[in-house]
């Protein structure tokens, strides 16, 4: 093995930092040639790759990595965000579960662990997920709103709600709150409530037309 050029790898730091991910990905795959075993190349070739959009590169290079240190789960935690990315759900899921079952506290496991379920088409476990985080971390910003999104499109709205309410309380200027929180009040028909939450949203966002698409359908079938 031979040592790093650290000339070169200073060169693809400044490449990174200028934007010039190619040209810093070129330099590492040239460094690695030479240094195949070395976690901390692989490492930043897959964040690089990650960046570029590169999913197949990205996740077969952190099974290199984890295959010189199986029991890192921070690289298992990367993987499995990638494994999402590149829409592999079930096998996110499966390399993000080995987080939960080791025990290790990585609280976004969890995110990453409902939105696979999510697009599997399991709420209950998306669900299961997002509440998981919100033991660990109450105010989680993002586990109030996948929880809320997960039940709303179970059709549990009126569970739903709290969380909606939540997130515009703490932020009145979150458009997504706001405008699942108006399609919600029409689930369990509060039309009323509905009404302000997109007007609230036109206010942040005049551009949305969805927002305005559903205000104008309850100011015109249920004038108030």
């Known amino acids: 093995m031979k040592e790093f050029d650290d000339n070169r790898l200073e060169e693809a730091y400044s490449h990174v930092l200028n934007g010039d991910i190619d040209d810093a990905v070129a330099i590492f795959e040239k460094q690695l040639e030479n240094n195949p075993d070395s976690t901390h190349l692989l490492m930043e070739l897959a964040s690089l790759y990650y960046i570029q959009g590169e999913m197949t590169k990205c996740i077969c290079t952190y099974k290199k990595v984890l295959q010189l240190k199986p029991g890192s789960m921070f690289v298992n935690y990367r993987m499995g965000v990638a494994l999402y990315r590149a829409t592999h759900f079930s096998k996110a899921v499966e390399v993000l579960n080995r987080i939960v079952e080791s ?43 996948y929880v809320g999104i997960a039940l709303k499109a179970s059709g549990r709205y009126e569970e739903a709600l709290p969380f909606f309410e939540k997130l515009v309380r703490e932020n009145n200027r979150h458009v997504s709150a706001h405008y699942h929180l108006g399609r919600t009040y029409m689930r369990t028909f509060k039309y009323d409530l509905a009404k302000e939450e997109f007007r609230k949203v036109l206010e942040l966002d005049p551009y949305n037309n969805n927002a305005q698409e559903m205000f104008d359908y309850i100011s015109d079938d249920h004038p108030f």
């Not at 496991?109 to 998306?126: A, F």
């Not at 669900?127 to 998981?132: G, V």
């Open 103 to 145: 025990g290790k506290r990585m609280p976004m496991t969890y995110i990453w662990l409902g939105l696979s379920y999510y697009h599997l088409g399991d709420e209950e476990k998306s669900i299961e997920a997002y509440r998981k985080l919100l033991e660990l971390c109450p105010d989680a910003t993002m586990a109030n709103y």
